[in-house]
């Protein structure tokens, strides 16, 4: 590394800042020999994973395997059912979106991104949810696998008058809409991407059996929930793992993230991204 920033001394820039970005380059240094197509599977969850392979999460992981000289290939399946094929031995490379102490077979990666789960309710109720104990007698959906990974929410589920898991997410809103239900348990930008949709439909469909622009109040209840990749090929996580390090310290994830939020700030405000 010496002899690197030495090479560069002539520029005049200081030490410091060549070391960084020498240190920086060689974090981000794709191995060619090794590079190849990685083949992700993935849930179904916008904005963070779209059908066609975009989104939040999948721009995070795009963006790092590229940075490893990969070129990603999203194969994504209703939330929940990604975890299930993985078991299964699906022809995969990887698996995103795996919450922390879930058992799964393979190499896990350091955690790449962070939800934030909470409680969203229409204003209109004048329900105020500070905590699960605020939902007590209360119908509640939440998606499917969630007393797996909200803490507190298996113990709490007995004191709701209803609680149901769905794996399709625009169901949450269309109920809550509806009225068919108090509250749902959910990522906040999920929650707001399947409200957009729903307003959208509405306007394209002349309208629908309810107002899906109805004023909602989401709380992040949770703390934040990381999720982590797990590869089959423990080299392909160790350089996961080294790429996602260097996009963090460049910036990159970050951007990523407020950009993600920022599209739905009226709805998840600017509590999103805190540490609590």
């Known amino acids: 590394m010496a002899f690197g920033v030495r090479a560069f001394a002539a520029t005049g820039v200081p030490a410091a800042v060549l070391t960084a970005a020498f240190v920086l380059a060689q974090v981000l240094a794709p191995a060619p020999a090794s590079a190849r197509p990685v083949t992700v599977l993935a849930p179904e969850v916008p904005p963070m994973m779209s059908a066609d392979g975009t989104g939040r999460e999948a721009s995070i992981i795009g963006e790092t395997l590229a940075a490893c000289g990969h070129q990603v290939r999203f194969k994504v399946v209703p939330f929940g059912r990604h975890w299930n094929e993985f078991r299964n031995g699906a022809a995969v490379d990887a698996v995103a979106t795996i919450p922390a102490g879930m058992a799964m077979p393979g190499a896990r990666s350091v955690p790449y991104i962070l939800y934030r789960n909470g409680a969203s309710v229409l204003k209109s109720s004048g329900l105020a949810v500070r905590s699960l104990a605020d939902l007590a007698g209360k119908r509640v959906i939440a998606f499917a696998g969630a007393p797996d990974v ?27 809409f509806a009225g068919r239900v108090d509250a749902v348990l959910a990522d906040g930008l999920i929650f707001a ?23 909602v109040a989401f709380t992040a209840i949770f703390p934040p929930t990381p999720y982590a990749m797990v590869f089959r090929d423990e080299s392909l996580r160790d350089g996961f793992d080294r790429c996602f390090a260097g996009l963090k310290a460049q910036g990159r994830v970050d951007a990523i993230d407020r950009a993600a939020v920022a599209r739905y700030a009226e709805t998840v405000g600017d509590r999103y991204l805190s540490p609590r």
């Open 150 to 176: 909200l803490p507190g929410l298996r113990a709490a589920i007995p004191s709701f008058e209803d609680f149901r898991e769905r794996a399709d997410q625009m169901v949450h809103s269309n109920l809550l």
């Open 193 to 215: 991407e399947y409200n957009r949709q729903l307003q959208e439909k509405a306007r394209l469909a002349g309208g629908l059996p309810f107002d899906p622009s109805q004023p």
